[in-house]
């Protein structure tokens, strides 16, 4: 509304803006004499014409009416599924998150609620999440945002809130087997009951005064789940390998085993045990079949067995200058799972998640207003495996490991037939309770052409982890090194390696962050605007409360810890490994990391009108923004004097084994020399910055916008990681005396000098408001190029060559190539209100009106993967295996690609192995690494289609009930994961024998939800 002396008042209603949308109005304005009232009813237009940022917002209508909806328990996925409905976002099916224009998902990605970050843990997403009945907006900021974030990757969410007007939901949602398909690799289809329900209602406490918006929404399962899994073939286990069609070569002797099997004098009693344990008989397809011979079907679950949240929020108009809201939010998400071996047990899952936020708006004055923030996000997640690891030591009749009590389980790698590691998340016993705070400030001005914003943020991180190794009862790699088999040397006894650690104590790291910005949208003329800004971050890293993180100093090769943590040394730590404090080491004391104190972040950006219709707009940006990357960091600096690992590197000698089966390991302590595996940080680490620009142009036609956009993102300082104990290669046999570090067996060291490198082009038309049609299209091509794959929890990629980073370049595994989607909501123009039969005839409507249907596609190329070998060190470096010689092309032609071959494997060999050789058991001394590069294969394209409809019926005049049909994946595409990479596994390398979860966690089948929905 427009109100001035001596012109008619001016009204125009019908806009809807986005969060972060700023919206220019022109008014004209018309003498009193002419009129009374200028009323205009006109919708916001479906492009950005005043910033330069790239954003795109999904409405709650959005989230209720596409067939997306069904992602809503999944884990930490929600509303992250419909980034996927954004030009400029790529995944793959182990990440959290989309990857947003290239930005790293671990530190350059921020989710906030209302206004308040609710990021819990590394990897960029957020555990706490609202229910979709709670959400009214998520909004993707994807490209050059203003002053006012921190990083260039956001999400933000907007909760609902009560209005005058007493409104509010309820739901049901089932799902069935027997509405779903079978997995393209199960004999069966899995058993499953699923049911979702929820409820939520807002409306007045006082009228224009107060008021309440509440939900709760819950789900429960039961499921089994199909396991498929590489077996040894019966044959096998007693030692009978004459099928293979090479030698197994006896180690004492360097001679072949007649006929190819092992005498059963000589098979290991701790494989034996091993294998009535944990090794079940293959149980699947023709007899021979190596790859995927093992299926079952046992009680687990694709989501949460148990989930329940609840959201309440209320808002109070103090005065009309003063406003306040708060909100609690609330969910827990038990999951019962089994994960790798229901010969052992499972692994239960307790996870919890809760987020407060309140805030004071006060406004000085029409063109003055304050807002103030606060909030705090919880989360704990906590797993454990139920068996006890020095049960199963004791009855496999393993010797050398004191650890007891302890639950976990020993791990097996036996290259190239199976893996048996019960624990899927690395950690025993996993317990993260994790606390963020965070203050809020902002200040809003208007003068003139200027719409003037400034703030500040503080944050602070509370982490308290307890993590306990999965090596705590060992772990024991067969490469097959000895006997040209890993499965035959498993027989044997004779691992390659073994490893060992002592429990992690629990972390309590904490840390704090304070941000200023200042920007300012200058509209210049009608035509021009100006947005700039400048952002300050002071962002320290973490301390532990009580000082038990640890680093290395690579000039006197001692460990460097807090100075007040001397007395929480591990007493059986070797006392031969030399520890400084940090004072004298010349690090700083408490986080044994120093930071940077000017961190400035420009923004800078136009939108240009160039017509005067105001429908075409030429928009670009540039800025710097920052990397929040300490809390991954502080989590690698645990254990290390206060706890300790250990990696023993076995040999044979005049036919005689260093160690073997039942002791494999040099000691029974971890204190011997060359043993110790430690990792260090260069204690004047710098921050990442990302350098991220954009240009685009848009067009509106008749409602539909049009936007092409080139985006470039570069990220430099990003943080690497390499073994600065590791020797040269060369053709001199490894001999652990000449390692720089004697003392130790890896010094992992990160630094900076990482950099990254995306350019993408963006098409996209969407049509947000229509009366029966809205939708939305896109395609995105990109390239991103990177020395450090974004794709690791700690902070950065272990390289293979310490000496030689350039061969590092590679695609980044987590970007593809193409993405292409549409989505579309589509309103049948038959009934009440409607073009056709809208004449009121009751049996019309029923049966006619109120039919609605939606649909999402989205297409993307395969991702990119790596193949290796196993089993040998070619560059004489204690690395055993790697990546490969490329000898050809590796990528078959699309015709020639099946899920039984989708790449050549000849076209890689083993360092050192003639080209020719399908199996190589004695490779010369080549002193090098493999060749190949990371990222050259592509797997499998997506293809995936959902369909909802939704019928509607109205009960009385403001109450209606929704019937909905939903199909994930209706064509019951076959969409497949990458294949098996190791080159040394003769048996199944590139083959495919699992399905990929798309979009995040959607099922990989078809799946059909039945719903009924009241909304009054």
């Known amino acids: 509304?427009?109100?001035?002396?001596?012109?008619?008042?001016?009204?125009?209603?019908?806009?809807?803006?986005?969060?972060?949308?700023?919206?220019?109005?022109?008014?004209?304005?018309?003498?009193?004499?002419?009129?009374?009232?200028?009323?205009?009813?006109?919708?916001?237009?479906?492009?950005?014409?005043?910033?330069?940022?790239?954003?795109?917002?999904?409405?709650?209508?959005?989230?209720?009416?596409?067939?997306?909806?069904?992602?809503?328990?999944?884990?930490?996925?929600?509303?992250?599924?419909?980034?996927?409905?954004?030009?400029?976002?790529?995944?793959?099916?182990?990440?959290?998150?989309?990857?947003?224009?290239?930005?790293?998902?671990?530190?350059?990605?921020?989710?906030?609620?209302?206004?308040?970050?609710?990021?819990?843990?590394?990897?960029?997403?957020?555990?706490?999440?609202?229910?979709?009945?709670?959400?009214?907006?998520?909004?993707?900021?994807?490209?050059?945002?203003?002053?006012?974030?921190?990083?260039?990757?956001?999400?933000?969410?907007?909760?609902?809130?009560?209005?005058?007007?007493?409104?509010?939901?309820?739901?049901?949602?089932?799902?069935?087997?027997?509405?779903?398909?079978?997995?393209f690799f199960a004999a069966t289809r899995p058993f499953r009951v699923y049911n979702s329900f929820g409820a939520s209602a807002g409306g007045p406490i006082k009228k224009n005064k107060a008021f309440f918006f509440a939900d709760y929404e819950g789900s429960r399962e039961s499921t089994t789940r199909t396991m498929i899994n590489d077996e040894p073939l019966p044959a096998w286990r007693n030692g009978d390998f004459s099928g293979l069609g090479f030698d197994i070569i006896d180690p004492t002797t360097g001679h072949p085993f007649p006929g190819g099997v092992i005498p059963p004098n000589r098979i290991s009693d701790v494989s034996k045990a091993v294998q009535d344990i944990a090794i079940p008989l293959p149980n699947y397809g023709p007899p021979g079949l190596e790859a995927g011979n093992f299926r079952q079907n046992f009680k687990g679950t694709t989501g949460f067995t148990i989930f329940d949240m609840f959201d309440i929020r209320g808002d109070y108009n103090l005065s009309a200058r003063d406003a306040i809201f708060g909100r609690v939010s609330w969910r827990r998400m038990p999951l019962e799972g089994t994960w790798l071996?229901?010969?052992?047990?499972?692994?239960?899952?307790?996870?919890?998640?809760?987020?407060?936020?309140?805030?004071?708006?006060?406004?000085?004055?029409?063109?003055?207003?304050?807002?103030?923030?606060?909030?705090?996000?919880?989360?704990?997640?906590?797993?454990?495996?139920?068996?006890i690891g020095s049960d199963l030591i004791q009855k496999m009749g393993i010797k050398g490991v004191n650890t007891k009590g302890i639950h976990d389980a020993p791990i097996f790698r036996i290259d190239p037939v199976t893996y048996l590691d019960w624990d899927d998340d690395d950690d025993s016993y996993y317990n993260n309770p994790s606390t963020t705070f965070e203050w809020i400030d902002n200040v809003s001005y208007t003068r003139g052409g200027h719409f003037l914003k400034f703030g500040f943020d503080a944050i602070r991180d509370r982490l308290n982890e307890t993590a306990i190794t999965s090596l705590v009862y060992g772990g024991y790699d067969f490469t097959g090194v000895w006997t040209g088999f890993g499965y035959a040397d498993f027989l044997l006894g004779i691992p390659q390696t073994t490893e060992l650690a002592v429990p992690t104590p629990p972390r309590y790291l904490r840390a704090t962050t304070f941000g200023l910005y200042a920007q300012d949208q200058f509209k210049v003329n009608r035509k021009l605007t100006l947005?700039?800004?400048?952002?300050?971050?002071?962002?320290?890293?973490?301390?532990?409360?009580?000082?038990?993180?640890?680093?290395?100093?690579?000039?006197?090769?001692?460990?460097?810890?807090?100075?007040?943590?001397?007395?929480?040394?591990?007493?059986?730590?070797?006392?031969?490994?030399?520890?400084?404090?940090?004072?004298?080491?010349?690090?700083?004391?408490?986080?044994?990391?120093?930071?940077?104190?000017?961190?400035?972040?420009?923004?800078?950006?136009?939108?240009?009108?160039?017509?005067?219709?105001?429908?075409?707009?030429?928009?670009?940006?540039?800025?710097?923004?920052?990397?929040?990357?300490?809390?991954?960091?502080?989590?690698?600096?645990?254990?290390?004097?206060?706890?300790?690992?250990?990696?023993?590197?076995?040999?044979?000698?005049?036919?005689?084994?260093?160690?073997?089966?039942?002791?494999?390991?040099?000691?029974?302590?971890?204190?011997?020399?060359?043993?110790?595996?430690?990792?260090?940080?260069?204690?004047?680490?710098?921050?990442?910055?990302?350098?991220?620009?954009?240009?685009?142009?848009?067009?509106?036609?008749?409602?539909?916008?049009?936007?092409?956009?080139?985006?470039?993102?570069?990220?430099?300082?990003?943080?690497?990681?390499?073994?600065?104990?590791e020797l040269a290669p060369s053709t001199t046999p490894f001999d652990a005396s000449r390692r720089p570090y004697s003392l130790y067996n890896q010094v992992i060291w990160s630094d900076n000098g990482g950099t990254e490198f995306y350019n993408g082009l963006e098409l996209a038309a969407t049509k947000k408001h229509g009366k029966n049609l809205t939708f939305g299209s896109g395609w995105t091509w990109a390239r991103d190029l990177t020395d450090t794959q974004d794709s690791t929890p700690f902070g950065g990629q272990v390289i293979q060559n310490q000496f030689d980073r350039r061969v590092e370049k590679a695609n980044n595994a987590l970007v593809l190539r193409q993405r292409a989607f549409?989505?579309?909501?589509?309103?049948?123009?038959?009934?009440?209100?409607?073009?056709?039969?809208?004449?009121?005839?009751?049996?019309?409507?029923?049966?006619?009106?109120?039919?609605?249907?939606?649909?999402?596609?989205?297409?993307?190329?395969?991702?990119?993967?790596?193949?290796?070998?196993?089993?040998?060190?070619?560059?004489?470096?204690?690395?055993?295996?790697?990546?490969?010689?490329?000898?050809?092309?590796?990528?078959?032609?699309?015709?020639?690609?099946?899920?039984?071959?989708?790449?050549?494997?000849?076209?890689?060999?083993?360092?050192?192995?003639?080209?020719?050789?399908?199996?190589?058991?004695?490779?010369?001394?080549?002193?090098?690494?493999?060749?190949?590069?990371?990222?050259?294969?592509?797997g499998p394209g997506i293809a995936n289609l959902d369909l909802s409809m939704m019928k509607y019926v109205n009960l009385r005049e403001k109450t209606r009930l929704q019937f909905r049909l939903i199909m994930v994946n209706a064509l019951n595409h076959p969409n497949f994961a990458v294949p098996r990479l190791n080159i040394s596994s003769r048996g199944s390398v590139g083959h495919i024998t699992s399905m990929a979860r798309v979009l995040n966690g959607e099922p990989a089948t078809r799946e059909i939800d039945l719903g009924l929905r009241l909304e009054f």
């Open 341 to 387: 071996s229901p010969t052992i047990g499972h692994e239960p899952q307790r996870r919890y998640g809760h987020s407060a936020t309140a805030s004071w708006t006060h406004t000085f004055s029409p063109a003055l207003l304050n807002e103030f923030r606060t909030g705090v996000t919880y989360h704990r997640n906590s797993y454990l495996l139920d068996v």
């Open 822 to 938: 549409g989505y579309a909501v589509y309103v049948l123009p038959v009934g009440r209100d409607q073009r056709f039969l809208n004449r009121g005839n009751p049996v019309v409507e029923w049966l006619l009106g109120g039919w609605q249907a939606g649909w999402d596609v989205n297409l993307q190329s395969g991702q990119f993967f790596t193949p290796s070998f196993s089993g040998f060190d070619p560059s004489n470096t204690a690395s055993f295996g790697g990546r490969p010689d490329r000898i050809g092309n590796g990528n078959l032609p699309t015709g020639r690609r099946s899920i039984q071959r989708w790449f050549d494997p000849a076209a890689f060999a083993v360092p050192g192995c003639p080209d020719a050789a399908t199996v190589c058991k004695n490779p010369a001394d080549v002193g090098r690494f493999g060749n190949s590069g990371l990222n050259i294969l592509e």
């Open 531 to 725: 947005n700039y800004g400048l952002r300050w971050e002071l962002s320290g890293p973490f301390h532990h409360q009580f000082g038990a993180i640890y680093s290395f100093d690579p000039k006197t090769g001692a460990l460097v810890i807090p100075d007040n943590a001397v007395s929480r040394v591990n007493p059986y730590f070797p006392s031969n490994i030399p520890i400084e404090t940090a004072s004298k080491a010349g690090y700083p004391v408490n986080s044994l990391l120093d930071f940077p104190k000017r961190y400035f972040q420009p923004r800078f950006g136009f939108a240009y009108k160039p017509f005067s219709s105001g429908n075409t707009v030429i928009r670009g940006g540039y800025g710097i923004y920052g990397n929040l990357i300490y809390r991954p960091i502080a989590r690698d600096m645990g254990g290390g004097p206060f706890a300790g690992s250990a990696t023993f590197i076995n040999s044979i000698n005049n036919g005689v084994p260093l160690f073997s089966f039942p002791e494999p390991f040099l000691s029974s302590a971890i204190g011997a020399a060359g043993s110790q595996n430690v990792q260090g940080k260069n204690p004047h680490m710098k921050i990442p910055y990302t350098q991220q620009w954009n240009l685009t142009v848009e067009q509106q036609v008749a409602g539909v916008g049009v936007r092409a956009s080139y985006v470039g993102t570069r990220t430099v300082n990003l943080i690497y990681r390499r073994n600065v104990n």
């Open 1 to 183: 509304t427009v109100i001035a002396t001596g012109f008619a008042r001016y009204e125009r209603s019908g806009l809807a803006l986005s969060t972060n949308q700023v919206l220019n109005v022109d008014a004209r304005l018309e003498l009193a004499t002419t009129a009374t009232v200028t009323e205009v009813r006109e919708a916001a237009p479906s492009i950005n014409t005043e910033t330069s940022s790239l954003s795109d917002a999904k409405t709650n209508q959005h989230l209720e009416e596409l067939p997306l909806e069904m992602t809503r328990h999944l884990a930490d996925k929600g509303f992250y599924t419909y980034a996927f409905l954004t030009t400029g976002t790529s995944s793959v099916t182990y990440t959290s998150i989309p990857v947003i224009n290239g930005v790293r998902t671990q530190s350059g990605t921020l989710p906030t609620m209302d206004g308040i970050a609710v990021t819990a843990y590394s990897g960029g997403a957020s555990p706490v999440q609202p229910s979709f009945e709670m959400i009214q907006e998520v909004n993707v900021v994807t490209a050059n945002p203003p002053a006012e974030f921190a990083v260039a990757a956001n999400y933000t969410v907007v909760t609902k809130s009560g209005t005058n007007e007493l409104h509010g939901s309820a739901f049901y949602t089932y799902n069935g087997n027997a509405l779903n398909a079978r997995d």
